[in-house]
């Protein structure tokens, strides 16, 4: 695929030529950003603004680009400094989803295969790799902690983590999180050697066809593995141990401006976030066996095939209804700041009652839809821990911000196996549209008073 990331490089380029030509001063988050690096690039390593939540790694990567490249470090090359990533991010993410569909990747580093082509190009990476943020250097880094984890190289996966964490301080989790995907894999599939003594075996049935009882059976043996998958962690420990330190050394996870970023019990950002995957990743989910109808036979299944599933769904929906009520928050960011796409969908939608009752379902639906494509072919831990580390990312969380989204939802959709070639079209058809559409009102549709609209 070659002329496909022929392709997809030429574009970029060309589009980062047009963003600096309108957008030539630096915008939203950027006048924080932007001076902050400047001051790294003079040297001056003791300045740093209070209103900058995240660590130095953006900055400390256009140091290292300006030394390396003799850039200069103005607003145009800063902003070559996230476009970069986003175009290392094809051959990286190649190799993260053929190791989830067991293929072997192309050993030309130039010819990224189709579909991670097409995922780089997802809306929120694709737009903030023009912008001077940190997100699709963070995503880079942390994709390539997994594919390195998953190649048993746990030396390189910490260090690639740490590098990670450096971009935005809560990649500690994925970091965490290649560790354990990596050890899943490895349990499932070794093997010991003829006439040896059987490995100890942790439960872990296909994901399809497990029930709650194989997840007592899970529980029960993994005392017996923990000893077979310890040893791959004391890299990651380290890791863990660096950033234990810095929490007690800052007071706390964010940096700067600790006032208006709190941590705070936000329970319905998971159901926002499987409706937003969905909302951006329907063309993957109907690929699978049976299309669309068949995806739909399936979810209504899960949700009402028996009197049983039935009783768990309104039960679920009763629980969610009350972590609605009790833990929905109206961040000030989000209500007054008109330039952002959520303030238009949280005052239009979730404002309204009983709007936010009445989805639900929709989101019950869309985790069920999730649930059956990427556990075609995996164990039921495969599936389910990305969902799990998910919690630790996104509860403490009170914004409704898409760039929180980003790592996850890649990782989930680099595990769909088998998409075939018409939906991988219709997939990149259905970005381009959305990138075409959100590049356009951000480029050439500012208005008096608000300024630019964006993500």
Known sequence: MATAYTIFVGISISLLKEFNSVVSEPYMDEPFHIPQAQAYCRGEFDVWDPKITTPPGLYILSLVLKKAFMLKCNVPMLRLTTMLPLLALPPVLTRLMCYHQRERPSSRILSPNLDAIILSGFPIAWFFGFLYYT???SLLFVAGTVVAAMQNKHWLASLLGLISCTFRQTNVIWVLYAYASSQLMYLRFRRAPPGAKPFNQLHDPPALSASPGDLVQTVSSAPKILVDILPAFVPYVLVVAL?????VWNGGIVLGDKSNHIPSLHIPQIYYFFAFSVAFG??????????????LREVQARMFGTKLRISVTVLTCAIMAVTVNLFTIHHPFLLSDNRHYTFYIWHRIYMRYPAPYLLIP?????AWAWFLRVGAQQTILQTLLLPLFLLPTLLPTPLLEPRYFLIPYVLLRSQVPKVPTWSLVLEGGWYAAINAATMWVFLYMPREGVGRFMW
């Open 135 to 137: 997100e699709v250097p």
């Open 243 to 247: 950033f234990g330190a810095f929490v």
């Open 282 to 295: 329907w063309p993957v989910l109907i690929s699978g066996e049976g299309g669309i109808l068949g995806l």
């Open 362 to 366: 929709i989101y019950i639906a869309c």
